[in-house]
Each structure stands twice: as C-alpha cells, then as structure tokens.
Antibody, heavy 114, light 107 residues
Framework: EVQLVESGGGLVQPGRSMKLSCAAS????????MAWVRQAPTKGLEWVAT????????YYRDSVKGRFTISRDNAKSTLYLQMNSLRSEDTATYYC???????WGQGVMVTVSS | DIQMTQSPSFLSASVGDRVTINCKAS??????LNWYQQKLGEAPKRLIY???NLQTGIPSRFSGSGSGTDYTLTISSLQPEDFATYFC?????????FGSGTKLEIK
C-alpha cells in the first residue's frame, strides 16, 4: 500500500525558514517523480514544485522560485521541501504527492504569522 | 501559464441525479487532464486520469471525456458519498494548474 507521511509543519514567523519532509513507503520511491501541492485555508489547490525520479530536474511555481527548494533522498525514500523567506501567503496545508499526483499524503499545516 | 476555468462553482443535486462538471483550458492540454474528489478535512483523491481513465477502485458511475481545451466529469447516478468538492488538474505543462473547484451539495 502506498503511504506518504508528511512532517515538519507548524507555526513560523514571516521571513523565517521551515523544512517539510515526506516519508514514502509501499512503492519503489526512486522510480517516481514527486511533487508538493498546497491548499490555503478554505481555498483551492495550488501546485508548488516537482522533482524528477532521480532529482536531476526540478520545477517550481513562480511565487516560490528562489525561496523554496524541493529535494529527495532516494536511499531514505524521503522527499523534502525547504522553505525560506516565508510569507503569510505561504500559509497552507502542504501535501506530498507521487508521480502525476495520483497518491497524496494526509497533509501538514504550515502557518506563517507573527 | 495554462488557466483552467471550472464550472459550475456550486452544484445542488439529489441522490440518483446525473451531473456534469466542466473544465476549460486556455490552450490545448492534449488530454492530460485529471479529476479529483476532496471531502472536508481529507486529502484529494484521484478519480480519473488522462481525461477518461478510471482510477483503480473508483466506481464506474464516474467517467471523464474531452479533448483539446474542453473536458467533462460525469457522475451518472449520484450517491450520498459523492457529495464533495471536485477539482480538475492539467498536467500537460508546468506550472501544473488546477481548476477552482466545484462544490457538489445535496438538494
């Protein structure tokens, strides 16, 4: 059974950093591209970033380019999202997803507020 | 960026009804269109991938169609568990973009 478990969220002040992790199991992690998708409270879904199966290619939405970094450790079957210079508009539930967004984790809440 | 215009935003229907939800892309997305269902407090669940392929385990009352810029999700006979919010997603090109969602409510 595919499982994706996010961790690392919480309350953070504007301008500070936070790193999310996603532990994957139930499939061969190194065979799949992965992505982060977020959803602000009571809002729709917003794609954040994607990384290829081997980490050689990454893609970001414009609003996070230069601030967020997606990465992966295939030996640990773990996906990461390093978020720097956080803004209030980054407040959302962040979901870890596999491949063409077919499997999703339960999400982790990130609140950016002073 | 490809814009996804989803309609309607709200839909009120009864158990047993047939409903359709539409997504229009701002350019051709070559059938790279997925549909998701999201219930309150839960992660989205993929229903349909690449326009018309039913995700394993999803009931056959859900179907998808379309091509080019216009895509449709159809629920042939609504069941009580289908009342939720539905989103489309284009994955033809980056940035991936979602429709704004359709909230399906019980009439």
């Amino acid at each position: 059974e595919v499982q994706l478990v996010e961790s690392g969220g919480g309350l953070v002040q504007p301008g500070r950093s936070m790193k999310l992790s996603c532990a994957a199991s139930g499939f061969t992690f190194s065979n799949y591209g992965m992505a982060w998708v977020r959803q602000a409270p009571t809002k729709g879904l917003e794609w954040v970033a994607t990384i290829s199966y081997d980490g050689s290619s990454t893609y970001y939405r414009d609003s996070v380019k230069g601030r967020f970094t997606i990465s992966r450790d295939n030996a640990k079957s773990t996906l990461y999202l390093q978020m720097n210079s956080l803004r209030s508009e980054d407040t959302a539930t962040y979901y870890c997803t596999r491949g063409p967004l077919n499997y999703w984790g339960q999400g982790v809440m990130v609140t950016v507020s002073s | 960026d490809i814009q996804m215009t989803q309609s309607p935003s709200f839909l009120s229907a009864s158990v047993g009804d047939r409903v359709t939800i539409n997504c229009k892309a701002s350019q051709n997305i070559n059938k790279y269109l997925n549909w998701y269902q999201q219930k309150l407090g839960e992660a989205p669940k993929r229903l349909i991938y690449n326009t018309n392929n039913l995700q394993t385990g999803i009931p056959s009352r859900f179907s998808g169609s379309g091509s080019g810029t216009d895509y449709t999700l159809t629920i042939s006979s609504l069941q009580p568990e289908d009342f939720a919010t539905y989103f489309c997603l284009q994955h033809n090109s980056f940035p991936l973009t979602f429709g704004s969602g359709t909230k399906l409510e019980i009439k």
